[in-house]
């Protein structure tokens, strides 16, 4: 968790500093037309990897011949992918009404077979626990990658400069992994193999596809229903809003399915683990949510000048919707880690199928504000049915669960009530105002914990010991 977090707010700080370069020297048009073609690039990476990925992961011994034929399965699926979308990149253009979408697409593309290189070396560090290696290749290809992006930008290259953004993030990588993990396919494709991780990942990529599907399809109807410029604006939110929540849930999902797997057949112990988890993502999580939905003005003026300030309601929606998806990400993989993939899949089915219906629903009633209403609702519902099948597959009961985050959450919002008070009081600046919120909010939080030391607090409290002392560890190892 140590280095997959060092390896998530680094990349954050990077992407705080690409934001604010990039935000002056690009358009909202620019990064529209990278949102409008995101539901194509990644529902394309999902057939790939196919949940083959989860499936070796949650597989205890897999073998050479395990590992081959999913690597000639993922090069496989990057061709005909890639050539579907070759194929149907000028009917997507048209779609959308903007000719350079075409163009875009069939570049951008080549990023699958970049990305299907690799799958397989990526998931045994993960299965080896090896998440420093994955973390330090990340934060130098994002250091590199910006680099590349902001000297295209410069250079009038436009949506282009994103373009090669993507490409280097992807081929840094797989160059990297390929040449340090020693593993190399063997020319075997075994079907009995292939079937017997089908059997599981099949699940695993059903769940993944319908989940992308009930993410992506909103920048799929902005894009057709309004102007790349929303477009941008709507991306631009979610983007910065993700830097938060996705970072932090990614981390989770990462770190909790391989240790869940370790611990699947120990009902006692994957109990404990989800606890401890829970209480110590919603301590941190939530109040950062709230901070950023309070500074959101503030935030955009100062990072991304005042072009981009139509983002700020999208993006304190979004905030909302984000604490959900924060919260989710500690439970999740457990029902994937004990074997319950078809379990999972049903669930993901009938809550994101709920999910599209009040976002397509919200959209076309109430535009923009229903869409986010949407988006918000469905969050949460996903979260609720998460608990309940914890509940009932690992015996962590749901009134518990939401019993042991219910502290955090009552204090973090009546902090957030007396915070927004005081500004709306005292009518300031929009910077000096958004300082004081977060001042107010953070004294007030933090007050809470040092004189009433919460259960979560604690748990909090006692990873940084724990952190410290790796520290030491590793340090007397390389003297």
């Known amino acids: 968790m140590v280095w997959t977090?060092?390896?998530?707010?680094?990349?954050?700080?990077?992407?705080?500093?690409?934001?604010?370069?990039?935000?002056?020297?690009?358009?909202?048009?620019?990064?529209?037309?990278?949102?409008?073609?995101?539901?194509?690039?990644?529902?394309?990476?999902?057939?790939?990897?196919?949940?083959?990925?989860?499936?070796?992961?949650?597989?205890?011994?897999?073998?050479?011949?395990?590992?081959?034929?999913?690597?000639w399965w993922n090069i496989g699926m990057a061709f005909v992918m890639y050539l579907v979308l070759f194929v149907s990149a000028p009917a997507i253009s048209r779609f959308y009404k903007i000719p350079l979408l075409s163009k875009v697409l069939r570049v951008q593309g080549l990023v699958l077979f970049i990305y299907s290189l690799n799958v397989i070396q990526r998931n045994q560090l993960k299965k080896q626990l090896n998440f420093k290696l994955l973390s330090i290749v990340s934060i130098v290809t994002s250091l590199i990658a910006l680099g590349v992006t902001v000297f295209m930008a410069h250079k009038g290259f436009g949506v282009w400069a994103l373009v090669a953004q993507n490409i280097v993030l992807a081929f840094i990588p797989s160059l990297v992994f390929w040449f340090y993990v020693r593993w190399r396919p063997i020319w075997t494709f075994s079907w009995s193999s292939f079937k017997e991780l089908f059997s599981f990942g099949l699940y695993m990529f059903l769940t993944h596809l319908v989940n992308t599907l009930a993410t992506e399809i909103q920048g799929l109807l902005i894009g057709k229903l309004y102007?790349?410029?929303?477009?941008?604006?709507?991306?631009?939110?979610?983007?910065?809003?993700?830097?938060?929540?996705?970072s932090i849930s990614s981390i989770m999902t990462q770190v909790t399915y391989p240790l869940y797997a370790e611990v699947?057949?120990?009902?006692?112990?994957?109990?404990?683990?989800?606890?401890?988890?829970?209480?110590?993502?919603?301590?941190?999580?939530?109040?950062?949510?709230?901070?950023?939905?309070?500074?959101?003005?503030?935030?955009?003026?100062?990072?991304?000048?005042?072009?981009?300030?139509?983002?700020?309601?999208?993006?304190?929606?979004?905030?909302?919707?984000?604490?959900?998806?924060?919260?989710?990400?500690?439970?999740?993989?457990?029902?994937?880690?004990?074997?319950?993939?078809?379990?999972?899949?049903?669930?993901?089915?009938?809550?994101?199928?709920?999910?599209?219906?009040?976002?397509?629903?919200?959209?076309?009633?109430?535009?923009?504000?229903?869409?986010?209403?949407?988006?918000?609702?469905?969050?949460?519902?996903?979260?609720?049915?998460?608990?309940?099948?914890?509940?009932?597959?690992?015996?962590?009961?749901?009134?518990?669960?939401?019993?042991?985050?219910?502290?955090?959450?009552?204090?973090?919002?009546?902090?957030?009530?007396?915070?927004?008070?005081?500004g709306y009081v005292l009518k300031l600046n929009v910077y000096v105002d958004g300082v004081v919120k977060v001042a107010v909010y953070t004294l007030l939080y933090l007050g809470w914990s040092f004189v009433f030391k919460p259960e979560a607090y604690q748990y909090f409290k006692t990873i940084i010991p724990l952190i410290l002392l790796k520290f030491k560890r590793n340090k007397k190892k390389s003297s």
Not at 21 to 42: K, Q
Not at 289 to 314: E, G, H, N, T
């Open 5 to 71: 977090a060092f390896q998530k707010y680094s990349k954050i700080g990077i992407q705080f500093v690409s934001g604010i370069i990039l935000a002056r020297m690009l358009t909202p048009y620019d990064y529209g037309c990278i949102g409008m073609l995101s539901i194509f690039m990644v529902l394309a990476e999902a057939f790939i990897e196919g949940g083959f990925g989860s499936a070796l992961i949650q597989k205890k011994r897999p073998t050479q011949v395990d590992y081959s034929t999913i690597f």
């Open 227 to 246: 102007s790349p410029a929303t477009m941008g604006y709507y991306s631009k939110a979610r983007g910065t809003e993700r830097l938060a929540s996705h």
């Open 264 to 422: 699947q057949d120990d009902r006692a112990a994957l109990r404990n683990m989800i606890k401890r988890l829970s209480m110590t993502v919603s301590y941190f999580t939530v109040p950062i949510l709230f901070i950023l939905l309070l500074a959101a003005k503030p935030i955009f003026l100062l990072l991304y000048s005042d072009r981009w300030l139509a983002s700020v309601p999208y993006f304190q929606a979004l905030c909302v919707a984000g604490l959900a998806a924060c919260l989710q990400s500690v439970n999740l993989q457990s029902i994937s880690a004990i074997g319950k993939s078809k379990t999972m899949l049903v669930w993901t089915l009938i809550k994101r199928g709920v999910s599209i219906v009040l976002i397509v629903g919200g959209l076309f009633l109430f535009g923009m504000k229903g869409l986010l209403t949407g988006v918000i609702i469905s969050s949460w519902l996903a979260f609720l049915v998460n608990i309940s099948l914890v509940s009932k597959h690992i015996g962590y009961k749901w009134n518990k669960q939401l019993l042991d985050i219910m502290p955090v959450f009552v204090v973090a919002t009546l902090s957030a009530v007396v915070s927004y008070g005081v």
